[in-house]
T-cell receptor, first 111, second 117 residues
Framework: DGGITQSPKYLFRKEGQNVTLSCEQN?????MYWYRQDPGQGLRLIYY???????QKGDIAEGYSVSREKKESFPLTVTSAQKNPTAFYLC??????????FGPGTRLTVL | AQKVTQAQTEISVVEKEDVTLDCVYE???????LFWYKQPPSGELVFLIR??????QNEISGRYSWNFQKSTSSFNFTITASQVVDSAVYFC??????????????FGGGTRVLVKP
């Protein structure tokens, strides 16, 4: 089945650790996005990528990094520089600039 | 800068009642897109509708309907004869005009709908 997968579903991080969240899509979409959602709030854009080997910062990119080496994959690394990383992270993909479709999300908790 | 406001943070209704979710947006673009997404307790955002700024026709899809009024910068969403399965958080979102670099979505804060049996 076509879709967007994110792993893991739950992730726990110790202070000072880097962690990487996985996002894979088999929809052959060009564009991919990472959003952060805090409790009771809307989504905020972290990074997005329109094509392989190219990506742009969103509104809250500090403390995060991404790569886009393959069309179907857009991993997000939460670095130790991110001061408050506990949140729900959602990945999305879209056919060029069309409607964005979302994965099931990863819930990250800092211990 | 773009902005989306969903003034209602939570709405509680009894099953079979109608519920209307308000969405007001701000943008300087003349061409833009508006979206509604549903976020059930599982967390995944489910796409419901996309509307471009040139199409002000109202739309109905089953028990869902949308009222787009450019004059008041509003894109309201109504669930008719609500059901328990409609309980979720609903987000309104706005995107910039389509550009080669990709469109960015600006989300409202969401409205939590609780439908009681």
């Amino acid at each position: 089945d076509g879709g967007i997968t994110q792993s893991p579903k739950y992730l726990f991080r110790k202070e000072g650790q880097n962690v990487t969240l996985s996002c894979e899509q088999n929809l052959n979409h060009d564009a991919m996005y990472w959003y952060r959602q805090d409790p009771g709030q809307g989504l905020r854009l972290i990074y997005y990528s329109q094509i392989v080997n190219d990506f742009q910062k969103g509104d809250i990119a500090e403390g995060y990094s991404v790569s886009r080496e393959k069309k179907e994959s857009f991993p997000l690394t939460v670095t130790s520089a991110q001061k408050n990383p506990t949140a729900f992270y959602l990945c999305a993909s879209a056919e060029s600039a069309d409607t964005q479709y979302f994965g099931p999300g990863t819930r990250l908790t800092v211990l | 800068a773009q902005k989306v406001t969903q003034a209602q943070t939570e709405i509680s209704v009894v099953e079979k009642e109608d519920v209307t979710l308000d969405c007001v947006y701000e943008t300087r673009d003349t061409t833009y897109y508006l979206f509604w997404y549903k976020q059930p307790p599982s967390g995944e955002l489910v796409f419901l509708i996309r509307r471009n700024s040139f199409d002000e026709q109202n739309e109905i899809s089953g028990r869902y309907s949308w009222n787009f009024q450019k004059s008041t910068s509003s894109f309201n969403f109504t669930i008719t004869a609500s059901q328990v399965v409609d309980s979720a958080v609903y987000f309104c979102a706005l995107s910039e005009a389509i550009k080669a670099a990709g469109n960015k979505l600006t989300f409202g804060g969401g409205t939590r709908v609780l439908v009681k049996p």
